[in-house]
C-alpha cells in the first residue's frame, strides 16, 4: 500500500527557511514511473501546485511562486524534501506530498493519485 | 499562470444530478487531455476522481464522469448522495510543463 507522510517544523520564522520532508512507503521512488510533487493550500483557500521531482532529480516549479523554492530526492531513503526560503506570512498553508504529476511524455501523464496527509506550517514571528 | 475557473459554489438535493464547469485556456486544458478532478472534504487531503479528462481510478464510484470541449472541462455527478458534499478542484497540465488547479467549488447537497 502506498503512503505518503510529511514532517517538519509547524512554525517558521519570517524570512527564515521552510523545510519539509515526505517519507514514503509501499513504492520506490526509484522505480521511476511517477514524478513526486508538493502541494499547498492556504487556509479556507484551494489547492496551489508548488513543484515536481523526478527521481533523477528533474523538477518543475510554479513559476508563480514568490518565495524561491527547491525540491530535491533522496532515493536510498525513499524521501523528497521542499525547500522554500526567505517565507513571508503568505506562505502559511497545509503543505501536502502525493505521488505524481511532473512532465507528461508519450501522450501519458500521472495525477496525483495518493496524497500525504498533509502538515500545517504557520509563518510567524 | 492563472488559475483555471470553476463556480465558486452548485448544489442539488439527493438523486440528482450536477455539473462543475472547469475553465482554462489553449495553452492547458484546450491541448491536453490531462485534466484530472479531487475531492477534499473538511480537514482531509484531496482524493483523486477523475484523470485524464474522464477516467476514473479503481474504487471510485460510476456515479462521477468527466468530459471536456474546447478550453472548459466539466465533472458530473449522478445520482447525488450526501457524502458528494465536498469540495472539488479541477486541475490541467499546461503548455510550460507546469500543473494549474481550479479556484475550487463547493458542492451543497441540500
Known amino acids: 500500500q502506498v503512503q505518503l507522510q510529511e514532517s517538519g517544523p509547524g512554525l517558521v520564522k519570517p524570512s527564515q527557511t521552510l523545510s519539509l520532508t515526505c517519507t514514503v512507503s509501499g513504492v520506490s521512488i526509484s522505480s521511476g514511473v511517477y514524478y513526486w510533487s508538493w502541494v499547498r493550500q492556504h487556509p479556507g483557500k484551494g489547492l496551489e501546485w508548488i513543484g515536481s521531482?523526478?527521481?533523477?532529480?528533474?523538477?518543475y516549479y510554479n513559476p508563480a511562486l514568490k518565495s524561491p523554492v527547491s525540491i530535491s530526492v533522496d532515493t536510498s531513503k525513499n524521501q523528497f524534501s521542499l525547500k522554500l526560503r526567505s517565507v513571508t506570512a503568505a506562505d502559511t498553508a497545509v503543505y501536502y506530498c502525493a505521488r505524481g504529476a511532473g512532465y507528461c511524455s508519450g501522450g501519458t501523464c500521472h495525477p496525483l493519485d495518493y496524497w500525504g496527509q498533509g502538515t500545517l506550517v504557520t509563518v510567524s514571528s | 499562470q492563472s488559475a483555471l475557473t470553476q463556480p465558486a459554489s452548485v448544489s442539488g438535493s439527493p438523486g440528482q444530478s450536477i455539473t462543475i464547469s472547469c475553465t482554462g485556456t489553449s495553452y492547458d486544458i484546450g491541448i491536453y487531455k490531462f485534466v484530472s478532478w479531487y475531492q477534499q472534504h473538511p480537514g482531509k487531503a484531496p482524493k483523486l476522481m477523475i484523470f485524464?479528462?474522464?477516467n476514473r481510478p479503481s474504487g471510485v464510484s460510476n456515479r462521477f464522469s468527466g468530459s471536456k470541449s474546447g478550453n472548459t472541462a466539466s465533472l458530473t455527478i449522478s445520482g447525488l448522495q450526501a457524502e458528494d458534499e465536498a469540495d472539488y478542484y479541477c486541475?490541467?497540465?499546461?503548455?510550460?510543463?507546469?500543473?494549474?488547479f481550479g479556484g475550487g467549488t463547493k458542492l451543497t447537497v441540500l
Open positions: 485524464d479528462v474522464n
Open positions: 521531482i523526478y527521481y533523477s532529480g528533474t523538477t
Open positions: 486541475s490541467s497540465y499546461t503548455i510550460s510543463s507546469t500543473w494549474v
